[in-house]
């Protein structure tokens, strides 16, 4: 007999103690979703309709931004709305709808990631195989994996949240997370644990497997001072991003399982948004702007936009 939630609403404490500074934490969070918004889009425009920019590297690096921009409409505008009212709290759909998409958004970021990390080492440890491996059939099957996988397994885990029956409402965090509900639970949650330690483990074999593309191209870099240019151009800024990213999700996860109270809640909200804030802003930067290529289709497109402004001296 499967038993369904009599919860409606979730309360979120993420917020206690914010206070008198409601005013600046709203305009500094829309500042950032808005800059996260305009580079995220800018660089996929540019890579879109550049057809110089419709190799592997600049796909992937448009899905990423694209997820980007997907992940953070799951967390952005509620916080927001939070921001602007006294009662902090959530509707237990759109509680399941916000787990669902920064999930898949985490768990789509990885594989991306991956795919940019197998691209740099086909491009740099076997040049001469680049076209004949990184072809387009490739290309598409490592992008269908990294969105439908993700997408299909988390209908899953939150169908299997959603036939817990809970026995409270509160949730202490920012935004709503699978584990946070689950331990709401008044029954056995087996099925979730274990689906959630697959997840992870998972998610942890991709990165090891993107980690070695790097070790490996680093043994080829250490070799040829023109690889250790592209790599130094391309590969060290991909990596840090990588590290970043793993360590803030890896923190997140761990700490909504195995977290102290005692953690100052200032330092907890500030790490449970880490991977909210810095990839979708810097991700751009670091992946596409260090990019020669993009950086010139770039500045070129600014250039022509302002000359096009300029006003003729004949119709003065």
């Known amino acids: 007999m499967v038993n369904f939630s009599t919860v409606e609403l979730f309360t979120l404490s993420g917020l206690q103690g914010v206070g008198d500074n409601r005013s600046i934490y709203f305009v500094f969070t829309l500042l950032t979703y808005l800059l996260i918004i305009s580079v995220n889009v800018t660089l996929i425009v540019t890579i879109l309709t550049e057809k110089t920019l419709h190799g592997p590297m600049y796909i992937f690096l448009c899905n990423l931004c694209a997820n980007s921009l997907y992940g953070t409409t799951g967390f952005y505008p509620k916080i927001l709305l939070d921001l602007l009212s006294d009662v902090h709290a ?14 898949t958004s985490v768990s789509c970021e990885i594989p991306i990631l991956t795919a940019m990390a197998y691209d740099r080492y086909v491009a740099i440890c076997r040049p001469l195989e680049y076209h004949t491996v990184m072809t387009p059939l490739m290309v598409r099957s490592m992008l269908f994996s990294a969105w439908c996988v993700p997408l299909f397994w988390h209908v899953i885990t939150t169908l299997c949240t959603f036939r817990l029956s809970l026995c409270g409402s509160h949730i202490n965090k920012l935004y709503c997370d699978n584990w946070s509900v689950v331990k709401l639970s008044c029954g056995p949650t087996t099925v979730n644990n274990v689906l959630g330690y697959v997840i992870i483990m998972f998610e ?57 109270d005692s953690l100052p809640l200032t330092l907890h909200n500030i790490m449970a948004v880490e991977f909210l804030v810095i990839p979708p802003l810097f991700n751009p930067i670091i992946y596409g702007l260090n990019l020669q290529n993009v950086r010139s289709n770039l500045f070129r497109r600014c250039y022509r936009h302002k000359v096009t402004q300029m006003p003729i001296v004949g119709d003065l």
Do not use: W
Request: charged fraction near 15%.
């Open 90 to 103: 959530i509707s237990y759909k759109l509680c399941l709808l916000q787990i669902y998409v920064i999930y």
């Open 204 to 260: 942890i074999l991709q990165a090891l497997f993107t980690l070695y593309s790097y070790y490996c191209i680093v043994r080829v870099c250490l070799k040829s001072k023109e690889c250790r240019r592209k790599f130094m151009q391309t590969c060290l800024p991909h990596l840090m991003a990588l590290v970043n990213f793993i360590i803030a999700t890896l923190f997140d996860v761990m700490y909504s399982r195995y977290g102290s």
